[in-house]
């Protein structure tokens, strides 16, 4: 078994987990699951390993996800006009995640990094301070100060709009 196959076998659950997060969909984050390792397939021969592999091919998750929001998309059809609430509330929900992912986009690094790795990536404090080099500790003030960053983002914006 080569270094990708091996990969693809430790790493498909734990991007599909991520994309899930990211996603709400399960379709969908399957669907993206599979883009990542086709694009990870095409892209082997370059990943120079300044990273985990896992951060690597979250990473081309997550610029697949944001390529695919940016995507105009066409409303699905209501079948039931019981359904209406449902829908509604779907599209909000919808809407928020959108909101919240492109105000987490606008964090400088690493808070930008490290609050997607934690958040959707389902790491570790101390996985991701070893991803960067660095502490645990670390890790958690970084993660902290980047969740306050996006609270106090989505509190303009609210005022903004009000």
Known sequence: ???FEQACREEYQSV???LLRLTGDEQLSEELTQET????????????????VSTWLCGIAKRLYFTWCRQPKALPVEKQPE????????????ERR????ALLHRLQEP????????TFGDLSHE???????????????????????????MKEEMHDEA
């Open 1 to 3: 078994m080569n270094d």
């Open 16 to 18: 599909k987990r991520f």
């Open 37 to 52: 390792f086709y694009q990870a397939m095409r892209a082997w021969e370059s990943f120079g390993g300044r990273c985990s």
């Open 83 to 94: 359904s209406r609430v449902d829908f509604t509330d779907e599209l909000l929900d919808r």
């Open 98 to 101: 959108l909101r919240a992912h």
């Open 111 to 118: 808070y930008k990094e490290v609050v997607t790795l934690r």
């Open 127 to 153: 996985e991701i301070g070893s991803l960067f080099g660095k502490t645990a500790s670390w890790a958690r003030v970084t993660y902290y100060r980047g969740r306050q960053m996006l609270v106090h983002m």
